[in-house]
């Protein structure tokens, strides 16, 4: 029997899936940008949802880790396509 936490990352999943479409077909770069950032957040939602199914803590951290780099990059990225860099 499939377990309800696996079942819910597979669903988070493909949205990713979705979502990388969005991101390559796009039609403007703040579209892909916003596509990218919502990559990063379902990647971090199936991190702790694995974390719960496997009942492994360090999953949670590799995920805190991960959602701060996405952050700072979101801004990066952001000022970059303002012109501030």
Same mark, same amino acid.
């Given at each position: 029997m499939i377990d309800a936490w696996f079942l819910t +990352?597979?669903?988070l999943?493909?949205?990713i899936l979705l979502s990388t479409v969005r991101a390559v077909i796009g039609p403007t770069v703040p579209d892909r940008v916003v596509a990218l950032?919502?990559?990063n957040t379902l990647t971090v939602a199936i991190?702790?949802?694995l974390s719960? +199914?496997?009942r492994e803590i360090i999953f949670v951290d590799v995920a805190i880790v991960y +959602?701060?780099?996405s952050f700072v990059a979101t801004l990066y990225i952001a000022k970059y396509l303002e012109g501030g860099i």
């Open positions: +990352a597979f669903i999943f493909i949205w950032d919502t990559i991190m702790i949802i719960v +199914a496997y +959602a701060l780099l």
